[in-house]
C-alpha cells in the first residue's frame, strides 16, 4: 500500500508558477514509477508528467518546455514544477505511484489538488 498527499495548489495568474509536491508513505517509494495528472472538468484525466525509478521523464507536448517533475527518494516525494502557467492549466492534479510486479499492477493515487490560472 501507498498514500498519497499532495500540496501546493492554488491560484495564480496566467504567465505565473506554481509547484506542487506530493508526500508518499507506506511501501518502498523508490521501486515505484511517479507521475502527476490532470482532469479539468468534463475532460478525461490526463499525464502531465512521469519519473520512473531510473529518473527518466516524460511529458505530454503540452507542457513539455514548461513543467518539471523531480523525485527525491530520501524524503519520499516527488515534485512538479510548473511554469508560464496557462489558463488551460487549470484542473485538479493527481499524484500517481504505479509498480509492475509480475503479473499485479500496484496503481495508486491522491486526492488531488486544484490548480486554477486565471487570464
Known amino acids: 500500500q501507498v498514500q498519497l498527499v499532495e500540496s501546493g495548489g492554488g491560484l495564480v495568474q496566467a504567465g505565473g508558477s506554481l509547484r506542487l509536491s506530493c508526500a508518499a508513505s507506506?511501501?518502498?517509494?523508490?521501486?515505484?514509477?511517479m507521475g502527476w495528472y490532470r482532469q479539468a472538468p468534463g475532460k478525461q484525466r490526463e499525464l502531465v508528467a512521469a519519473?520512473?525509478?531510473?529518473?527518466?521523464?516524460d511529458y505530454p507536448d503540452s507542457v513539455k518546455g514548461r513543467f518539471t517533475i523531480s523525485r527525491d527518494n530520501a524524503k519520499n516525494t516527488v515534485d512538479l514544477q510548473m511554469n508560464s502557467l496557462k489558463p488551460e492549466d487549470t484542473a485538479v492534479y493527481y499524484c500517481?505511484?504505479?509498480?509492475?510486479?509480475?503479473?499485479?499492477?500496484?496503481?495508486?493515487w491522491g486526492q488531488g489538488t486544484q490548480v486554477t490560472v486565471s487570464s
Open positions: 500517481n505511484a504505479v509498480r509492475v510486479l509480475g503479473p499485479v499492477r500496484y496503481n495508486y
Open positions: 507506506g511501501s518502498i517509494f523508490s521501486m515505484y514509477t
Open positions: 519519473i520512473t525509478r531510473g529518473t527518466s521523464t
